[in-house]
């Protein structure tokens, strides 16, 4: 069965750095969304994305943040400069639309800021 | 407002017992509703969903949920609790634009 995949599982990062999350949604997917999840707390909604521009975003998804398509297969979430309060479990997920909004999740990437 | 809640950030359940896991949700279009379960350390895997066909929503592992609209409600049931039901819960809503709006999930605990 397809699946989204996420790399790394675990990114430890210094404040400050840029990091890359990477996602390969499912290959017929045409939707594409960030969500997070800081440690025991909801998971959050960051940014949705169709058609290689953004849809719809959330205020946690300031300008600190972007997104992009690059070549077809992957979909990237960047963070220029980290803060503490960054550090969150970060989902992909994604959808074709033609299944009742089912959003297929990815197995999340850790994101630990020191 | 749209919103969704899950009562009961933490449920215990002896093994072989009923799970009942509330959801509700405040809605002024027709929802869906989706209920996922997050195991430790891993990512949110799909339990059920329901997109406006019938109300009584059967899932994975023993799972169902059933729709009422009179009472804004999509509460998570299974008849009987295995010890593999230990995970986390999240109650999820589409309310038709494009993000899923998460509820605070509810830790279920199996007791031996």
């Known amino acids: 069965e397809p699946e989204v995949t996420q790399t790394p599982s675990h990114q430890v990062t210094q404040m400050g750095q840029e990091v890359i999350l990477r996602c390969v949604p499912i290959s017929n997917h045409l939707y594409f969304y960030w969500y997070r999840q800081i440690l025991g707390q909801k998971v959050e909604f960051l940014v949705s994305?169709?058609?290689?521009?953004?849809?719809?975003k959330s205020e946690i998804f300031d300008d600190q943040f972007s997104v992009e398509r690059p070549d077809g297969s992957n979909f990237t979430l960047k963070i220029r400069s980290t803060k503490l309060e960054d550090s969150a479990m970060y989902f992909c997920a994604s959808s074709s639309r033609d299944r009742d909004y089912e959003q297929y999740f990815g197995p999340g990437t850790r994101l630990t800021v020191t | 407002a749209q919103s969704v809640t899950q009562l009961g950030s933490h449920v215990s359940v002896s093994e072989g017992a009923l799970v009942l896991l509330r959801c509700n949700y405040s809605s002024s279009v027709p929802p869906y509703l989706f209920w996922y379960v997050q195991y430790p350390n891993q990512g949110l895997q799909l339990l059920l969903k329901y997109t406006s066909a019938a109300t009584l929503v059967k899932g994975i592992n023993g799972f169902e949920a059933e729709f009422k609209k009179s009472e804004t409600s999509f509460h998570l049931t299974k008849p009987s609790a295995h010890m593999s039901d230990a995970a986390e819960y999240f109650c999820a809503v589409n309310f038709g634009n494009e993000k899923l709006t998460f509820g605070t999930g509810t830790r279920l605990t199996i007791i031996p």
């Open positions: 994305f169709y058609n290689n521009e953004i849809s719809e």
